[in-house]
């Protein structure tokens, strides 16, 4: 999607509608420097007010994320596009986050091992030992709920018995027993428990 375009797009629409960023903003609930962004490109309405932006522009979701008013005889080849396009951009989101899933934990394990080499090989009381190595787990500690949140929120997890692809529960993500990203968990839909690997696409 062309951002520059859509936020162009926003911009005549809004004039047309005889409405400035200011009183857009107000219609909205947000601030004018969220439309500001808009419509320089910088940025894209959010989903949960795009349908009342629409409303408010008087066009449809298609011709917002197309940038421009469609006409009927194209009205599916656009859908269809924007549609796969939406699918691309998230399964890139997820791709990063599941990368910045990987950094965080390399950096939280780093001072980990660097601590207990430090303990086992640098001569020290016992206990000073323990209170470093203890220091250490701290990063982990923290990064642990926010890794199983990417890790839950970011792709699919698979099914070996159906194939059925889903976003599970944070709890189920948090309790289940597992091997880097493959997880033992329960299918939401035939029910049977398998290990489950965690894939980007839906299908």
């Given at each position: 999607?062309?951002?520059?375009?859509?936020?162009?797009?926003?911009?005549?629409?809004?004039?047309?509608?005889?409405?400035s960023?200011?009183?857009?903003?107000?219609k909205l609930?947000?601030?004018?420097?969220?439309?500001?962004?808009w419509?320089?490109?910088k940025?894209?309405?959010?989903?949960s007010?795009m349908?009342?932006?629409?409303?408010i522009?008087?066009?449809?979701?298609?011709?917002?994320?197309?940038?421009?008013?469609?006409?009927?005889?194209?009205?599916?080849?656009?859908?269809e596009k924007?549609?796969?396009?939406?699918?691309?951009?998230?399964?890139?989101?997820?791709?990063?986050?599941?990368?910045a899933e990987?950094?965080?934990?390399?950096?939280c394990?780093?001072?980990?091992?660097?601590?207990?080499?430090i303990?086992?090989?640098?001569?020290?009381?016992?206990?000073?030992?323990?209170?470093?190595?203890?220091?250490?787990?701290?990063?982990?500690?923290?990064?642990?709920?926010?890794?199983?949140k990417?890790?839950?929120?970011?792709?699919?997890?698979?099914?070996?018995?159906?194939?059925h692809?889903y976003?599970?529960?944070y709890?189920h993500?948090?309790?289940?027993?597992?091997?880097n990203?493959?997880?033992?968990?329960?299918?939401?839909?035939?029910?049977?428990?398998?290990?489950?690997?965690?894939?980007?696409?839906?299908?």
């Amino acid at each position: 999607m062309n951002q520059i375009k859509i936020g162009k797009f926003i911009a005549e629409r809004r004039k047309k509608a005889n409405l400035s960023q200011m009183q857009l903003a107000e219609k909205l609930n947000i601030t004018d420097r969220a439309i500001s962004k808009w419509e320089t490109g910088k940025s894209l309405p959010d989903s949960s007010i795009m349908l009342l932006l629409c409303d408010i522009l008087n066009i449809t979701v298609n011709d917002l994320l197309c940038g421009e008013v469609i006409t009927m005889d194209n009205y599916n080849k656009e859908l269809e596009k924007n549609l796969l396009e939406i699918v691309k951009q998230k399964e890139e989101s997820d791709k990063r986050l599941l990368r910045a899933e990987l950094v965080m934990g390399i950096c939280c394990l780093l001072p980990l091992i660097a601590s207990v080499i430090i303990a086992l090989t640098v001569p020290m009381e016992g206990w000073l030992g323990g209170v470093i190595v203890g220091v250490s787990l701290i990063p982990i500690l923290i990064a642990t709920p926010f890794a199983l949140k990417i890790e839950q929120k970011a792709g699919y997890y698979e099914c070996q018995k159906c194939k059925h692809r889903y976003v599970p529960k944070y709890s189920h993500v948090f309790f289940a027993m597992h091997v880097n990203r493959t997880r033992y968990m329960r299918c939401p839909k035939c029910e049977k428990r398998s290990w489950q690997k965690k894939v980007i696409s839906k299908e």
